[in-house]
Protein backbone atom coordinates (compact mmCIF):
# COMPACT_ATOMS: atom_id res chain seq x y z
CA UNK A 1 0.00 0.00 0.00
CA UNK A 2 0.97 3.51 -0.88
CA UNK A 3 1.62 5.96 2.03
CA UNK A 4 2.38 9.70 1.49
CA UNK A 5 4.11 11.74 4.17
CA UNK A 6 3.37 15.47 4.44
CA UNK A 7 5.33 16.64 7.55
CA UNK A 8 7.68 19.89 7.38
CA UNK A 9 10.53 17.87 10.16
CA UNK A 10 12.73 15.77 8.62
CA UNK A 11 13.57 13.93 11.63
CA UNK A 12 10.14 13.08 12.41
CA UNK A 13 9.19 12.25 8.90
CA UNK A 14 12.45 9.91 8.62
CA UNK A 15 11.09 8.39 11.55
CA UNK A 16 7.49 7.95 10.27
CA UNK A 17 8.90 6.23 7.21
CA UNK A 18 10.71 3.79 9.08
CA UNK A 19 8.06 2.39 11.26
CA UNK A 20 5.53 2.71 8.71
CA UNK A 21 7.91 0.95 6.74
CA UNK A 22 8.13 -1.71 9.12
CA UNK A 23 4.70 -2.24 9.96
CA UNK A 24 3.45 -4.71 6.89
CA UNK A 25 2.72 -3.94 3.18
CA UNK A 26 3.28 -0.27 3.25
CA UNK A 27 5.48 1.67 1.09
CA UNK A 28 6.39 5.70 1.68
CA UNK A 29 6.34 6.97 -1.63
CA UNK A 30 6.97 10.67 -1.28
CA UNK A 31 7.65 12.79 1.68
CA UNK A 32 6.51 16.65 1.30
CA UNK A 33 6.48 19.73 3.39
CA UNK A 34 4.18 22.06 2.04
CA UNK A 35 1.07 23.28 1.15
CA UNK A 36 1.80 24.22 -2.21
CA UNK A 37 3.86 21.36 -3.28
CA UNK A 38 1.34 18.57 -1.21
CA UNK A 39 -1.19 19.90 -3.65
CA UNK A 40 0.39 19.77 -6.46
CA UNK A 41 1.67 16.32 -5.65
CA UNK A 42 -1.99 15.21 -4.99
CA UNK A 43 -3.67 16.46 -8.20
CA UNK A 44 -1.21 14.46 -9.94
CA UNK A 45 -0.90 10.95 -8.15
CA UNK A 46 -3.77 10.38 -5.70
CA UNK A 47 -5.16 7.49 -7.46
CA UNK A 48 -1.93 6.00 -7.13
CA UNK A 49 -2.10 6.63 -2.95
CA UNK A 50 -3.73 4.40 -0.43
CA UNK A 51 -2.84 6.05 2.59
CA UNK A 52 -1.78 9.43 4.01
CA UNK A 53 -0.06 11.11 7.35
CA UNK A 54 -0.78 14.30 7.56
CA UNK A 55 1.68 17.30 10.31
CA UNK A 56 -0.98 20.24 10.62
CA UNK A 57 1.36 23.19 10.77
CA UNK A 58 3.25 22.95 8.01
CA UNK A 59 5.95 25.94 6.90
CA UNK A 60 3.70 27.51 4.45
CA UNK A 61 0.71 27.10 6.95
CA UNK A 62 -2.41 24.69 8.44
CA UNK A 63 -2.40 21.00 5.94
CA UNK A 64 -6.19 21.67 6.01
CA UNK A 65 -5.36 24.16 3.65
CA UNK A 66 -5.06 21.54 1.47
CA UNK A 67 -8.85 20.48 1.31
CA UNK A 68 -9.54 24.03 -0.07
CA UNK A 69 -7.53 23.17 -3.34
CA UNK A 70 -8.38 19.64 -3.83
CA UNK A 71 -10.66 16.84 -3.48
CA UNK A 72 -9.24 14.12 -1.17
CA UNK A 73 -10.57 11.01 -1.25
CA UNK A 74 -7.79 9.21 0.82
CA UNK A 75 -7.58 8.26 4.20
CA UNK A 76 -5.88 10.47 6.35
CA UNK A 77 -3.82 9.89 10.54
CA UNK A 78 -3.09 13.20 11.01
CA UNK A 79 0.15 13.22 13.56
CA UNK A 80 0.75 16.67 15.36
CA UNK A 81 2.09 18.43 18.53
CA UNK A 82 -1.39 20.59 18.44
CA UNK A 83 -4.40 19.55 20.29
CA UNK A 84 -7.08 21.69 19.61
CA UNK A 85 -7.69 20.25 15.69
CA UNK A 86 -8.96 16.35 16.48
CA UNK A 87 -12.78 17.43 15.37
CA UNK A 88 -11.69 19.70 11.85
CA UNK A 89 -9.50 16.40 11.54
CA UNK A 90 -12.17 14.21 11.65
CA UNK A 91 -14.08 16.23 8.88
CA UNK A 92 -11.25 16.03 7.01
CA UNK A 93 -10.81 12.03 6.24
CA UNK A 94 -9.00 11.77 9.20
CA UNK A 95 -9.21 8.01 10.82
CA UNK A 96 -6.94 8.62 13.40
CA UNK A 97 -5.07 11.26 15.28
CA UNK A 98 -1.47 11.17 16.88
CA UNK A 99 -0.20 13.73 18.60
CA UNK A 100 3.87 14.34 18.91
CA UNK A 101 5.90 13.25 20.42
CA UNK A 102 4.54 9.57 19.50
CA UNK A 103 5.32 5.96 20.36
CA UNK A 104 6.00 3.64 17.71
CA UNK A 105 3.28 1.34 18.76
CA UNK A 106 0.79 4.61 18.44
CA UNK A 107 1.94 4.52 14.66
CA UNK A 108 1.41 0.76 14.30
CA UNK A 109 -1.92 0.82 16.08
CA UNK A 110 -3.06 3.58 13.40
CA UNK A 111 -1.69 1.31 10.97
CA UNK A 112 -3.74 -2.16 11.91
CA UNK A 113 -7.03 0.13 12.30
CA UNK A 114 -6.43 1.28 8.78
CA UNK A 115 -6.30 -2.31 7.47
CA UNK A 116 -9.30 -3.36 9.49
CA UNK A 117 -11.28 -0.11 7.42
CA UNK A 118 -9.76 -1.29 4.00
CA UNK A 119 -10.88 -5.14 4.65
CA UNK A 120 -14.08 -4.48 5.81
CA UNK A 121 -14.54 -2.51 2.74
CA UNK A 122 -13.47 -4.93 0.30
CA UNK A 123 -15.68 -6.98 -1.80
CA UNK A 124 -16.56 -10.72 -0.58
CA UNK A 125 -13.62 -12.37 -2.00
CA UNK A 126 -16.23 -15.60 -2.51
CA UNK A 127 -18.01 -13.44 -5.32
CA UNK A 128 -15.34 -13.20 -7.72
CA UNK A 129 -15.29 -13.03 -11.60
CA UNK A 130 -12.71 -14.18 -13.39
CA UNK A 131 -12.33 -12.65 -17.56
CA UNK A 132 -11.70 -15.74 -20.08
CA UNK A 133 -8.44 -15.02 -22.21
CA UNK A 134 -10.55 -13.26 -25.16
CA UNK A 135 -12.15 -10.55 -23.00
CA UNK A 136 -8.65 -9.09 -22.34
CA UNK A 137 -7.43 -6.62 -24.64
CA UNK A 138 -5.34 -7.73 -27.86
CA UNK A 139 -5.13 -4.31 -29.77
CA UNK A 140 -4.44 -0.48 -29.04
CA UNK A 141 -4.65 2.78 -30.84
CA UNK A 142 -2.22 5.62 -31.00
CA UNK A 143 -2.81 8.57 -32.65
CA UNK A 144 -0.03 10.43 -35.15
CA UNK A 145 -1.17 13.88 -36.11
CA UNK A 146 -4.05 12.60 -38.22
CA UNK A 147 -3.19 9.13 -38.22
CA UNK A 148 -4.46 6.15 -35.54
CA UNK A 149 -2.00 3.63 -35.55
CA UNK A 150 -2.89 0.11 -34.40
CA UNK A 151 -0.88 -2.53 -32.30
CA UNK A 152 -1.20 -5.71 -31.58
CA UNK A 153 -0.69 -6.08 -28.11
CA UNK A 154 1.52 -9.28 -28.96
CA UNK A 155 4.04 -6.74 -30.55
CA UNK A 156 4.35 -5.21 -26.96
CA UNK A 157 7.30 -5.43 -24.67
CA UNK A 158 6.18 -3.06 -21.70
CA UNK A 159 3.74 -0.39 -20.91
CA UNK A 160 5.43 2.80 -19.03
CA UNK A 161 4.52 6.36 -18.03
CA UNK A 162 7.17 9.52 -19.16
CA UNK A 163 6.14 13.02 -17.89
CA UNK A 164 2.27 12.14 -16.85
CA UNK A 165 1.46 10.10 -20.35
CA UNK A 166 1.09 6.65 -20.79
CA UNK A 167 3.24 4.47 -23.95
CA UNK A 168 3.98 1.35 -24.81
CA UNK A 169 6.81 0.49 -26.20
CA UNK A 170 7.35 -2.21 -29.01
CA UNK A 171 9.77 -5.62 -29.77
CA UNK A 172 11.23 -3.27 -32.41
CA UNK A 173 11.74 -0.44 -30.26
CA UNK A 174 9.45 1.94 -31.37
CA UNK A 175 7.28 3.80 -28.41
CA UNK A 176 3.22 5.03 -29.13
CA UNK A 177 1.59 7.30 -26.57
CA UNK A 178 -1.73 6.16 -25.63
CA UNK A 179 -4.37 7.93 -23.40
CA UNK A 180 -5.14 5.44 -20.85
CA UNK A 181 -4.17 5.77 -17.32
CA UNK A 182 -1.71 2.67 -16.42
CA UNK A 183 -4.86 1.56 -13.85
CA UNK A 184 -6.79 1.18 -16.92
CA UNK A 185 -4.54 -1.10 -19.00
CA UNK A 186 -3.47 -3.26 -16.53
CA UNK A 187 -7.06 -4.09 -15.71
CA UNK A 188 -7.54 -4.92 -19.85
CA UNK A 189 -4.17 -7.07 -19.86
CA UNK A 190 -3.63 -10.63 -18.99
CA UNK A 191 -2.03 -10.96 -15.62
CA UNK A 192 -0.48 -14.24 -16.93
CA UNK A 193 1.32 -12.43 -19.16
CA UNK A 194 1.92 -8.87 -17.71
CA UNK A 195 2.84 -7.61 -14.66
CA UNK A 196 3.26 -4.19 -13.04
CA UNK A 197 6.51 -3.86 -11.42
CA UNK A 198 6.50 -0.65 -10.19
CA UNK A 199 4.49 2.43 -10.87
CA UNK A 200 5.79 3.49 -13.74
CA UNK A 201 5.89 0.10 -15.91
CA UNK A 202 3.89 -2.98 -16.84
CA UNK A 203 5.97 -5.31 -18.59
CA UNK A 204 5.44 -8.37 -20.86
CA UNK A 205 6.68 -11.59 -19.65
CA UNK A 206 8.23 -12.51 -23.33
CA UNK A 207 10.40 -9.29 -22.68
CA UNK A 208 11.99 -10.42 -19.32
CA UNK A 209 15.37 -12.13 -20.13
CA UNK A 210 16.92 -12.31 -16.69
CA UNK A 211 16.86 -10.51 -13.34
CA UNK A 212 19.80 -9.80 -10.67
CA UNK A 213 19.83 -7.83 -7.32
CA UNK A 214 19.50 -4.29 -6.77
CA UNK A 215 19.61 -2.14 -3.81
CA UNK A 216 17.16 -2.40 -0.84
CA UNK A 217 15.88 -5.63 -1.92
CA UNK A 218 14.41 -4.49 -5.46
CA UNK A 219 15.12 -6.41 -8.19
CA UNK A 220 16.63 -4.93 -11.86
CA UNK A 221 15.10 -6.53 -15.16
CA UNK A 222 17.34 -7.46 -18.23
CA UNK A 223 15.63 -7.29 -21.28
CA UNK A 224 15.38 -7.75 -25.12
CA UNK A 225 14.35 -4.24 -25.77
CA UNK A 226 16.51 -1.17 -24.63
CA UNK A 227 14.43 1.20 -21.59
CA UNK A 228 14.73 4.86 -20.98
CA UNK A 229 14.76 4.06 -17.38
CA UNK A 230 16.57 1.17 -15.82
CA UNK A 231 13.07 -1.67 -15.26
CA UNK A 232 13.29 -1.78 -11.57
CA UNK A 233 11.00 -3.99 -9.47
CA UNK A 234 9.50 -2.48 -6.29
CA UNK A 235 10.42 -4.22 -2.86
CA UNK A 236 7.01 -5.45 -2.02
CA UNK A 237 6.27 -6.63 -5.60
CA UNK A 238 9.70 -9.18 -5.91
CA UNK A 239 7.93 -12.04 -4.53
CA UNK A 240 5.10 -11.84 -6.18
CA UNK A 241 7.03 -11.22 -9.45
CA UNK A 242 9.40 -14.35 -8.84
CA UNK A 243 6.20 -15.91 -8.28
CA UNK A 244 4.63 -15.04 -11.21
CA UNK A 245 7.89 -15.97 -13.32
CA UNK A 246 7.16 -19.54 -12.48
CA UNK A 247 3.85 -19.83 -13.20
Known amino acids: MNVLIVEDEPHTAALLKDIIEKSGDFLVVEIIDSIVDSVDYLLKHQTKLDLLFFDIQLVDGESFEIFNHIDITIPIIFCTAYDDFALEAIKNNGINYILKPFKDDEIR ?26 EYQQFFLSQFQEKTIII ?41 HFFRINRQMLISRNAIQSYEPYVNRKIVLNLSVKTEEQPIVSRLKVSDFKKWLEK
Not at 109 to 134: C, D, G, M, T, W
Not at 166 to 190: F, G, Q, R
Open 152 to 192: KLSDVAYFYIENEITYLHTYDNKKHPIYKNMEHIESVTNPK
Open 109 to 134: RALLKYQSLVSHLKPNPAIKFVKEQN
